[in-house]
């Protein structure tokens, strides 16, 4: 085969048609997220805003310091959650792994919560790294169980190690909750996930480990591949299962644990994303990884904006609002795609 | 497996070797393969619940000296406030919370043998969804409902979804277990969030008093809760161990299933038909408790070494062991208030998951 020509597998034309699609979705669903609101904007007063900024105009102000954040933030967390499933669903091999199968969005939820109980800390300020922490330590410790048990970094062994892990920090939520009404009701609304109340110092600190993650997603995506079709397929293809597992952890918990910090947990996208992009462009990673992330910023762009439409000026948390709008359309797209 | 391999001369080995019992009836319709490490380790673990039952009845915030508690258990005269303690609220409390336990379980290896997917568990097919959504819009939109028909309700919530998920996920076309999981999750999620929105947008007092639910307790129930239970688990475990070898062809995938002569789909609704009644009473009694679903397969797994049917026996009885254990700790760690089973399940059971995770690998990979 000559090497110079394109794999005519990989750059298919309707892959590619897709791929397209999704980036002009996004960018429409990006700008009608900045024009819709309680304060409705035309396009050519977000282009101002955006070109030549002005401190005296309100509607630049309500662009650059509610809705601009918003969206881009939308647009990271939608993307790196929805990477994030699709790698932990290529490496365990289960059509029910998610970030949340790791322990990583019920080890964030823990670590504010105990913060929050025990030690009082309650200032917005931290609880993007509180979260952080907590889900990496989850994943941490979920990796080291399915490290020592028999059979090392197994799939079975990572998904089993998961589920236990995430069920006890759960258990512990809950029994938080029940015990201390007062501070659960202050918990109840991130608890469920919301885009609300982050500004541009907030993603920016955070945006840069989020590219670092998606780049390195990309790089793997082949080997991806090639470990979803097993371990002993991937080992006898040459490559080296539990560094690059090992690597794909690394990513999954900085993927998540910013995403949480951003927003709180949310399930929802990195359970399904993956499965809607596989739909459209088959199992090969080096496809579904670019097509999650597209698929992922454009669905929590169009959630957030229904969510802050729907019952304005109130919202609805993004957590809840993704489920409720999400479900109907993924049980659709079963139908039509599974027959 | 012992049961379905193809080599006669090697069963009658292990016959004569004795590490196996047999025994069949009804022509071979029921066909039971047991190790005898597997009765082993059923009786110790049998021996055990029976143990911590007695226990059970013994321990309590109202404080009973052995002899009273004996005097009571056998004389039968209905007198005083110590003898309702014993009839009226230890010994349904104990027997609801074996029970329970083991039906959770049961449910759950089933569904995780019919979808072949180790994280599967009654939620799965959205019971403790419907149920939980059921029970928190009757209580944060509906506060004046009366609560004894909380168990009714939480039955039909469970059975509802289960129905719509069931109904969407028939076609003719796909019989793969990947659509089933698909819609599982997508109806899953969509209920779910409609229960967190009333949780989290209703009142705070209503939201508590449906989170108390939520965590799954065995406080409250009576002897016809005890008698449901009791009933529907004498029906369905003898159709489960009925169903048996058929659970174990489909454990080998659709297509071989379908050329070694099974009818997978009328096997696999019905499979699925009685894990979801189960599932459904279990929890319409006791609010959902999801974990044991989930574990108590693969602890039975790490035990001995066991067929399909054994298997769901070992995880019977270790689902029953976890769920009665819970209830006492539940009970005493904070007396005399109480803590909810479910989330105590979650707490005791998952370290001694961990341990067994990490001792043992999995006997084999029924």
Known sequence: ?339 | MHSTKPNPNEIRQHEITGHEIKWRCFGQRIALTFNKQVIYTLLLLTSAVVLIAIWSLFTGSYLLSAEQVLSILFTQQATGASDDVIWLFRFPRTLAAILVGMMMALSGAVLQNITRNSLADPSLVGISQGAALAVVIAIVVFPEFDQSYRTLLAFLGSILVTGLILFLSHSKHNHKPIRFILLGIALSAFLSAVTTAYLTYGQLYKASAALGWLAGSIDGVNWQDVRILFYSCLCLLPLLLLQSRAMAIMRLGDTTAIALGANTEVQKYSLIAISVALAATATSVVGPIGFIGLIAPHAARRFCRSGVASHLLLSAVIGGLLLLFADIVGRRLIAPSQLPAGVLTQIIGVPIFIFLLLRKQARSHL
Request: some cysteine.
């Open chain 1, 1 to 339: 085969m000559n090497m110079q020509s394109p794999n005519p597998a990989f750059f298919s034309n309707k892959n590619s048609r897709v791929l397209g699609g999704l980036l002009v979705l996004c960018a429409v669903l990006f700008l009608l997220h900045l024009a819709i609101g309680a304060k409705a904007l035309s396009i050519s007063e977000i282009w101002l805003a955006i070109s030549a900024f002005n401190s005296n105009n309100f509607d630049h102000m309500i662009v650059w310091n509610i809705r601009l954040p918003r969206a881009l933030i939308a647009i990271t967390v939608g993307a790196s959650l929805a990477v994030a499933g699709a790698i932990m669903q290529g490496v365990t091999k289960n059509p029910l792994a998610s970030p949340s199968i790791l322990g990583l969005l019920s080890g964030a939820a823990f670590a504010i919560v105990v913060a929050l109980g025990w030690f009082g800390i309650d200032s917005p300020l931290y609880t993007p790294w509180i979260a952080a922490l907590g889900a990496s330590g989850a994943a941490i410790m979920v990796a080291l169980i399915a490290h020592a048990a028999p059979g090392g970094l197994t799939t079975h062994n990572l998904t089993l190690a998961g589920a236990a892990v995430s069920a006890f920090l759960a258990a512990i939520i809950t029994l938080f909750q029940l015990s201390n009404e007062d501070d659960f009701d202050d918990l109840r609304e991130w608890l469920s996930g919301s885009l609300a109340g982050n500004n541009l110092e907030v993603l920016s600190s955070i945006a840069p480990w989020i590219c670092l993650s998606l780049l390195a997603a990309l790089l793997l995506a082949n080997k991806i591949t090639l470990l979803a079709m097993g371990d002993e397929t991937a080992k006898s293809l040459g490559v080296k299962t539990t560094r690059l597992k090992l690597q794909l952890m690394l990513c999954v918990i900085m993927l998540t644990a910013c995403s949480v910090a951003l927003v709180g947990p949310v399930g929802f996208i990195g359970l399904v994303i993956p499965h809607v992009s596989r739909f459209f462009v088959g199992a090969d990673y080096r496809w579904v990884i670019p097509i999650s992330a597209l698929l992922g910023a454009c669905f929590l762009l169009l959630v957030d904006t229904l969510a802050r439409v729907v019952i304005s000026p109130a919202e609805i948390s993004t957590g809840i609002a993704s489920a409720i709008i999400g479900a109907p359309i993924f049980v659709y797209l079963i139908k039509v795609k599974l027959g």
